[in-house]
């Protein structure tokens, strides 16, 4: 009995959050993730749909490549993991300037093997990349790779569009965060009675 009482004023807290009576599509389906990953990606597209049309970088990948390259990012997946994802293992390099020119960054990205420094002020110097490569003993694709983090890092022109994609990421991290404790308190349990009593099964 104690239990029954427990999961109907679950139910009751969940009608009061959702302001909802009855519900109207299978719970089962969205309790179990509350911003699923493609909704997720949709909403990024969006984003890097506007930063593509304003011309503001240059990719091969698509806007929702780059939404599925942030989100995989965010998964902890490495550079050659993504474009795995994305169809392409070969599209490796181009995954990790797009992910550079989004900042977002992997320690890696900064071991230099030369003082950062010095790269920094010898690109300011004015030299030439070939005379700046054989100086600190590097390939100039070397030295244009870190030059390209290093650019990157210090451009603000994406950086309102990055902070709406951070939000939406945020916004993932918080719906999950939520969706197991529904899964741990027992509401899960009381959306699926809600639900099979919706559906006419009790």
Known sequence: MAEDTRKQQLLELFTTITNKKTIVEPMRKVHGTLRDRDAVEREI???????????????????????????????????????????DEKLSKT???????????????FKMPFDRGMMTDLLDSGKTMKEISEELDVSPSTLREYRHVIEQERDTTLDPYLERIRD???????????????????????????EAIDMGEF
Do not use: W
């Open 168 to 194: 939406v990421m945020e916004d993932r991290d918080l719906s999950e965060q939520m969706t197991r404790g529904v899964a741990n308190d027992g509401l899960s349990e009381a959306i699926d009675i809600a």
């Open 45 to 87: 597209a969006l984003i890097m749909r506007e930063v593509l049309d304003q011309g503001y970088f240059k990719t091969k990948l698509a806007p929702r490549q780059l939404a599925r390259l942030v989100v995989a990012y965010y998964d902890g997946k490495n550079d050659t993991e993504i474009a795995r994802a994305l169809g």
């Open 95 to 109: 995954v990790a300037r797009a992910r550079v020119r989004l900042k977002l960054f992997r320690d890696l990205d």
